[in-house]
C-alpha cells in the first residue's frame, strides 16, 4: 500500500512538472481553461499496485486538496476578477468502444481530474451552467469527497449519453454562484 506521504510527494511531482503547483496560474482566464493533473498514465505508475477505483479516490482527494489552496490563495485577493471561479472537473466518465458504449463509474476504468477555472461573467460564458448530480459517476465523486466542504455538480446530461455526464464537478461549498446554476 502507498503511503500518504509518499503519494503526495508523486503528486507534488505532476503538479509541478504541469505548470499547476503554484495556485498563482489560476488568478485569471479570458472565458474558461482546463488542465489536466497527469497526461499520462504511466504517470499514475506509482499506484499501479492499488485497483483503479482506490486510485481514481486517491485523484480526485489529492485534487480537492489542491482545490482548497488555490481557492484560499485565491481569497486573499480582494480585488480577484469578479465572476472566477476555479472548480476540479472529472472526466472519461463516457467510454467509447468498438461496439457499445458505456459509461464508467469510476471503479474499472481511469477518470482524469483537472482543475477547471472559468471567468463567469465574461459574456461567453452566460449560458454555462452547472447541474444537479444525479449520475453514477457524481454519486462516486460525492462519496470520494463527501459533503463537508465541497458540493458536487455535473455537466448536462444529453439523453443519448444514457445518464452519462461528460464531467463531474468538485467545487469548494458556496463557491458556485447562483446564476451558474441549472
Not at 70 to 94: A, H, K, M, Q, R
Not at 119 to 144: G, I, Y
Request: hydrophobic share 40%; net charge negative.
Amino acid at each position: 500500500m502507498i503511503s500518504d506521504q509518499e503519494f503526495h510527494s508523486h503528486f507534488q511531482g505532476m503538479l509541478e512538472r504541469h505548470g499547476m503547483s503554484d495556485p498563482a496560474v489560476f488568478r485569471q482566464v479570458e472565458t474558461f481553461d482546463e488542465v489536466p493533473v497527469c497526461s499520462r498514465l504511466s504517470e499514475l505508475d506509482f499506484m499501479s499496485s492499488l485497483p483503479i477505483v482506490d486510485q481514481n479516490r486517491l485523484m480526485i482527494v489529492a485534487a480537492t486538496r489542491h482545490l482548497i489552496k488555490i481557492c484560499e490563495y485565491l481569497d486573499s485577493f480582494p480585488d480577484s476578477e469578479p465572476g472566477l471561479i476555479v472548480v476540479v472537473s472529472i472526466t472519461s466518465w463516457w467510454i467509447d468502444e468498438d461496439r457499445a458504449s458505456r459509461c464508467n463509474d469510476g471503479t474499472i476504468e481511469h477518470i482524469v481530474p483537472a482543475f477547471w477555472v472559468g471567468n463567469l461573467a465574461h459574456p461567453d460564458m452566460k449560458a454555462f451552467r452547472f447541474h444537479l448530480p444525479r449520475s453514477n459517476p457524481a454519486e462516486f465523486v460525492l462519496q470520494t469527497v463527501g459533503p463537508n466542504g465541497f458540493e458536487v455538480v455535473e455537466s448536462r446530461i444529453e439523453e443519448w449519453m444514457q445518464g452519462c455526464p461528460k464531467r463531474v464537478y468538485v467545487a469548494r461549498a458556496g463557491d458556485i454562484p447562483a446564476t451558474a446554476r441549472a
